[in-house]
């Protein structure tokens, strides 16, 4: 079975304050690992996929197997960063992609 | 080009009534996927469609929902008879292969059953 847990609901930061956002996954087979973000009166959108290893609007997320975790990282947060977040999980058969339940970022000026 | 479009955007009905909610993937877009997002959860797969054919299906709760996708574009999801428990966002999703690479997301179909 695949699952994604975000750990943190709701995550507030100021303005330049490096930001970390959670996601451990659980899944038994080689898994592909994304983050989806969600601007206010968006669309769903995909920001960054582990297979690339780029750096988007200065996000970085790096897979550690040994943890099974899917971090989210920024050195300085920006106001235009607020927005909600998802990690996603591909894998099985199917090629299903699981989404975890979504972290709430706001960056305070 | 044009995003993937979903309609209707809003939709109030009360419980025991049916709805559907309709979606055009971009074009070209072979995968086409119905999502459903309660509120303060994350999307949840309904249906995976791979041109005209079900690739998964295995959380559509068939005893209400039906979902087609007829010549392998547009797509259809029903609900019938809606439960108070089916409020939520629809969200349509299509791409262009079968991995789940880069889904590209509809605006969405809130449904709220009164």
């Known amino acids: 079975a695949q699952r994604v847990t975000q750990p943190e609901k709701l995550l507030s930061v100021f303005k330049g304050a490096p930001v970390e956002l959670k996601c451990n996954y659980s899944?038994?087979?080689?898994?592909?690992l994304f983050w989806y973000v969600q601007y206010s009166r968006q669309r769903l959108q995909l920001l960054l996929r582990?297979?690339s290893r780029e750096s988007i609007k200065g996000f970085t997320a790096d897979l550690n197997k040994g943890e099974t975790s899917f971090h989210l990282k920024k050195p300085f947060a920006q106001e235009e960063d607020s927005a909600m977040y998802y990690c996603?999980?591909?894998?099985?058969?199917?090629?299903?992609?699981?989404f975890g339940k979504g972290t709430l970022l706001t960056v305070n000026p | 080009e044009a995003g993937v479009a979903q309609s209707p955007r809003y939709k109030i009905i009360e419980k025991r009534q049916s709805v559907a909610f309709w979606c055009n993937p971009i074009?070209?877009?072979?995968?086409l996927y119905w999502y459903q997002q309660i509120l303060g959860q994350g999307p949840k797969l309904l249906i995976q469609?791979?041109?005209?054919?079900?690739?998964?299906d295995s959380q559509l709760p068939k005893d209400r929902f039906s979902a087609e996708r007829l010549k392998g574009v547009d797509s259809t999801l029903k609900i019938q008879p809606a439960k108070l428990e089916d409020s939520a966002v629809y969200l349509c999703?299509?791409?262009?292969?079968?991995?789940?690479?880069?889904?590209?997301f509809g605006e969405g179909s809130r449904l709220t059953v009164l």
């Open positions: 999703a299509s791409s262009f292969g079968t991995l789940p690479g880069e889904l590209f």
């Open positions: 996603a999980l591909g894998g099985g058969s199917n090629y299903k992609l699981t």
């Open positions: 899944y038994s087979g080689s898994p592909e």
């Open positions: 074009s070209g877009h072979a995968t």
């Open positions: 582990h297979i």
């Open positions: 469609f791979q041109n005209n054919g079900v690739v998964d």
